[in-house]
């Protein structure tokens, strides 16, 4: 009888324990998969006028520092031109 109790404590623990790590395994897939991409700096080489750049007459080169990518992800970059936005 003894035995028995043994070996149901220990079935309890081994039970609970798998319940655990499921819990902590799902909350982690949960957690990552809300990582959001986000720009955490973002600049420009000099100070340019947007109509002029908009013009065609001035041009800036920007870099940019993002986190949160995942492999395979990808940036895209819109600009305003000519009073619309438009993937450049």
């Given at each position: 009888?003894?035995n028995k109790?043994?070996?149901?404590?220990?079935?309890?623990?081994?039970?609970?324990?798998?319940?655990?790590?499921?819990?902590?395994?799902?909350f982690?897939?949960a957690?990552?998969?809300?990582?959001?991409?986000?720009?955490?700096?973002?600049t420009?080489d000099?100070?340019?006028s947007?109509?002029?750049v908009?013009?065609?007459t001035?041009?800036?080169?920007f870099?940019?520092q993002a986190?949160?990518l995942?492999?395979g992800?990808r940036?895209?970059?819109h600009a305003?031109?000519a009073?619309e936005?438009?993937?450049?």
């Amino acid at each position: 009888m003894d035995n028995k109790l043994r070996v149901l404590s220990m079935t309890k623990r081994v039970i609970a324990g798998l319940i655990l790590l499921t819990t902590l395994l799902l909350f982690g897939l949960a957690a990552e998969a809300q990582a959001v991409p986000t720009i955490e700096s973002f600049t420009v080489d000099r100070a340019v006028s947007p109509t002029a750049v908009e013009r065609g007459t001035e041009t800036a080169d920007f870099s940019w520092q993002a986190t949160g990518l995942r492999p395979g992800d990808r940036m895209a970059m819109h600009a305003l031109v000519a009073g619309e936005w438009m993937l450049i």
